[in-house]
């Protein structure tokens, strides 16, 4: 029998349970929400390196690339409507994700999952039909609206359904499941770019409808979590049921009381926007900002989206970039299942440090390469270009295996109860907040940049590997009911939370 160790009012309680197949089965079904999202990154960055597509809906970009010769390699692809493009969807989001968390909150995890599928399904009906760039754009709104709810609600469905032990294990299935929705997109891409006619965009465009319909038909055989439901509809006994067939043991007491108490907290605060900014709750604010935020601005996107254009501007053919891109995506997959096995006993801080260095070292390397090898005009040798191929494959593992997972473990995990929904829906705000604007202004800035911007964001990986080593507290094994106790032990935050009396669940000035 595997045991969690709960860090509860009384120190040796421990939380029965088991990873039963009920539950595996349920986080599966849900982690395909990471597939859409994943899916999508990877399916904008390809597409818009095709020239078909190019043609047909961004006519400016096409000719700069075929006929400007005097252009400099960093700013052909430089056009605010073909970011507009691939951002669209992240402002959507944005906007969508505040009201998934009134949905979260009022009707439970499953109703979000589902409308985050149902809505990402249209848009991409939507986005292969498309016969002008406003029904390509309002498409990708769409699709930002089906990640919102999706980004919302699937973290933590899984953080809540999963056992404490292994519930990094779990989480990182999310991220697990943006690779593998990425490794997808980029080989649908590498496929659908040889098809005769110019029509291989549609394919890759309306594929994402099938991603979409399985999380879709699947929400609706999901189970609500047991915190939801007894935060809902104070129902105990059912509430107790489900938690005996996900942890596999009818002892569940100590869980369950766990849980109950949670409840009551959270049926004390009618707000938990307004209430997350009191001090208590100022540990769980800070991460629900800086870890997204971190997280855009490791640079990955920038790989993600723009992956195929990146490739072309060093020199490589238009197959080659999409071949090269389908690499990556591999690299980044493969890293993630790495980091599943690894981060419920390295812990999260460890990945973090790890990945940061990582990450430092590749783009250090790859900007400095291209600061040297590549000018304005003409490209580099074959020999070069491969080279870069390899570091850029060695900074996706590095995130893959730290900030790409973990960014979303962490904040999903750390909420309490009462500040859950509200938390989890800032932290994804944030995040497409600033994916929106790196998005936006990326091939500007590499326009004008040029090899700087891995240095740009490589600065960034060094500030948030030190916030990380100073802030950021272990997490592991720890059960998400028991979370408050990480911040009353850290040395910086129990000076801004206080003294905790755990037996009224008070803070005290």
Known sequence: MAVGVALSNEPNVLYNGRITLFVALSCMVAATGGIIFGYDIGISGGVTSMEPFLKKFFHD????????????????????????????????????????????????????????GASFLAGSALGGAASNVYMLIFGRILLGIGVGFANQSVPLYISEMAPPRHRGLFNNGFQFCVGIGVL????????????????????????????????????????????SLIQRNDDHEKAETLLRRIRGVDDVQAELSDLVKASSISKTVDRPFRNIIRREYRPQLVMSIAIPFFQQVTGINVISFYAPVLFRIIGLGESASLL???????????????????????????????????????????????ANKLGDHGGISKAYAYLVLVLICIYVAGFAWSWGPLGWLVPSEIYPLEIRSAGQSIT??????????????????????????????????????????????ETKNVPIEQMTKVWREHWFWKNVVGKMDVHANKTEA
Not at 189 to 212: D, F, H, Q
Not at 433 to 445: E, G, I, N, P, R
């Open 61 to 116: 970009v096409y000719d700069k690339m075929k006929e400007d010769t005097k252009i400099s390699n960093y700013c052909k692809y430089d056009n605010q409507l073909l970011t507009s493009f691939t951002s669209s969807l992240y402002i959507s989001g944005l906007v969508a994700s505040f009201f998934a968390s009134s949905v979260t909150r009022a009707f439970g995890r499953k109703p979000s999952i589902l409308a985050g």
């Open 184 to 227: 997808s997109a980029n080989l649908i891409n590498y496929g659908t770019e040889k098809i005769e006619g110019g029509w291989g965009w549609r394919i890759s465009l309306a594929m994402a409808a099938v991603p979409a319909s399985i999380l879709t038909l699947g929400a609706l055989f999901l189970p609500e979590t047991p915190n």
């Open 324 to 370: 090269s891109a389908v690499v990556t995506g591999l690299v980044g997959t493969i890293s993630t299942f790495i980091s599943m096995l690894l981060v419920d006993k390295l812990g999260r801080r460890r990945l973090f440090m790890i990945g940061g260095v990582q990450m430092l070292a590749s783009q250090a390397m790859v900007g400095g390469i291209l």
């Open 428 to 473: 994804v705000a944030v995040g497409f907040l600033f994916t929106f604007l790196v998005a936006q202004t990326f091939l500007s800035m590499l326009c004008h940049f040029k090899s700087g911007i891995f240095f740009f964001f490589g600065g960034w990986v060094m500030i948030m590997t030190a916030f990380v080593y100073l802030l950021l507290p």
